[in-house]
C-alpha cells in the first residue's frame, strides 16, 4: 500500500553550477523526473525544499537597488518571493513530468506561513547561511557594506547568516491536508515557510530564514507521514565527516544520532538541523522511519542514513 512520504529538498536538488533561472529549472526537471518515481510507486509526496542560495541572492538584489522609489523589500517578502518562484518551476517541473508519463496525477504549490516565537532565541543569535559562498575577505568586504553578520559555513566558504527562530505551527496546515487528502501532490513549507508572529492585528512577517528541514519535519509530524526524507547533497551522514576516519551511518537510531551530536559530529547550518529534524519527527512518530540520503540515492533509499526511533532496535541495542 501506498505510504504517506515528506521529501524535503536540499540546494543541489534546486541549484547546482548555473544560478540563472533557467539553469535552476534544469536541474529542478531531472529532480522532479526522480520524485515522480515515488508518485509511480503508488506513495503519496508532499513536496519541500530549501531556499537558502535564492534567498540570500534576492536580499543581495533588493540591497544593490534600493532608492526612495524603489526600496528593498524585507526579509519575510524576500522568502516569500523565493518560495513563490521556487514553487513554480517544482510544480511545472513536476506536472510535466506527470503529463509526459500520462499519471493522472497533479501538483500544486501553497504559500504557506509558520508561526515563530518572537521570544526565540535565534533572532539574537544569526545561524542560518543564506546566498553565494564567498572567500572570508569578500565577507569581511560585505558585512562593512551591509552590517550583516557572515559565518564560514562547513568548510565550503564564508556565507551571510540570518536569524532561524523554530517554526511552531503551519498555519496553511488544514489547506495542504486536504489536498493531499484530495490526490494533489503538494508543494508546501518552502524555504522553510515565511515566517510570521501572532500580533493582535493578525499576522504579521518577521526578518528571520527559516530552516527547511524543520519545517519540513513540522509537516511530517502534522500530516502523520510514513516517511521523512531529507535529500542532500550526500548519499549518507557521516561520523568524522572529512576526517581519514570518516564514517557513514547507515541503520541508525535516535539516541546514537544524539549521542554524536553531543560530540560535536554534525555541522551547525548544514547536518545538524537536518540530524536535529528527523529526531524532532521520530519523537513525535515512533513507528515511522527518516532517511538523510543524496537525490541521485533516491532509488536505493535504504543504503542511505536511515534513522527510526523503534523500541524493538531500543532493546537490540541494549541487548
Ligand atoms: N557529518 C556530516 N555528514 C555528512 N555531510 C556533512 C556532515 N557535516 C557537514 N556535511 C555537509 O553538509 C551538506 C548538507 O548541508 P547543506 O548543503 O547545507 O544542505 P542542503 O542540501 O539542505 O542545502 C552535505 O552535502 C555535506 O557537504
Ligand atoms: N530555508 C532553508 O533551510 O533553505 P536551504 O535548505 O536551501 O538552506
Known amino acids: 500500500m501506498g505510504k504517506r512520504i515528506v521529501v524535503a529538498l536540499g540546494g543541489n536538488a534546486i541549484l547546482t553550477d548555473d544560478p540563472t533561472a533557467q539553469g535552476q529549472q534544469n536541474v529542478l526537471r531531472e529532480t522532479a523526473e526522480k520524485l515522480v518515481t515515488l508518485v509511480k510507486q503508488g506513495h503519496q509526496l508532499v513536496i519541500a525544499h530549501g531556499n537558502g542560495p535564492q534567498v540570500g541572492n534576492l536580499l543581495n538584489q533588493q540591497l544593490a537597488a534600493n532608492s526612495e522609489k524603489n526600496p528593498a523589500l524585507p526579509l519575510d517578502t524576500c522568502v516569500a518571493m523565493t518560495q513563490g518562484s521556487i514553487g513554480y518551476w517544482v510544480q511545472n517541473a513536476m506536472n510535466d513530468i506527470l503529463i509526459k508519463e500520462n499519471i493522472q496525477k497533479q501538483a500544486v504549490s501553497v504559500v504557506t506561513q509558520c508561526l515563530v516565537n518572537q521570544d526565540d532565541p535565534a533572532f539574537q543569535n544569526p545561524s542560518k547561511p543564506v546566498g553565494p559562498f564567498l572567500t572570508e575577505e569578500e565577507a ?60 493582535e492585528d493578525g499576522y504579521k512577517g518577521v526578518e528571520a530564514v527559516i530552516d527547511k528541514d524543520f ?50 559530529q554534525f555541522a551547525a547550518g548544514s547536518m545538524l538541523p537536518k540530524v536535529q529534524a528527523v529526531i524532532q519527527f521520530l519523537e513525535k512518530r515512533p513507528f515511522a522511519q527518516a532517511v538523510i540520503t543524496s537525490l541521485d540515492n533516491l532509488e536505493n533509499l535504504l543504503t542511505g542514513t536511515v534513522v527510526s526511533n523503534s523500541s524493538l532496535k531500543a532493546v537490540n541495542q541494549n541487548a
Open 140 to 199: 569581511k568586504a560585505a558585512s562593512e557594506k551591509d552590517g550583516a553578520h557572515y559565518k564560514e559555513d562547513a568548510g565550503r566558504g564564508w556565507r551571510k547568516v540570518v536569524p532561524s527562530p523554530k517554526p511552531e505551527e503551519i498555519l496553511e496546515y488544514p489547506m495542504v491536508k486536504n489536498l493531499i487528502d484530495n490526490g494533489f501532490i503538494t508543494i508546501s513549507a518552502g524555504g522553510g515557510g515565511i515566517p510570521v508572529i501572532a500580533t
Open 215 to 264: 519545517a519540513a519535519a513540522k509537516l511530517a509530524e502534522m500530516l502523520n507521514a510514513d516517511y521523512f526524507i531529507i535529500l542532500t547533497g550526500v548519499d549518507n551522514v557521516y561520523i568524522n565527516f572529512g576526517k581519514e576516519n570518516q564514517k557513514k551511518l547507515e541503520q541508525v537510531h535516535i539516541s546514537e544520532l544524539k549521542e554524536y551530536i553531543s560530540q560535536n
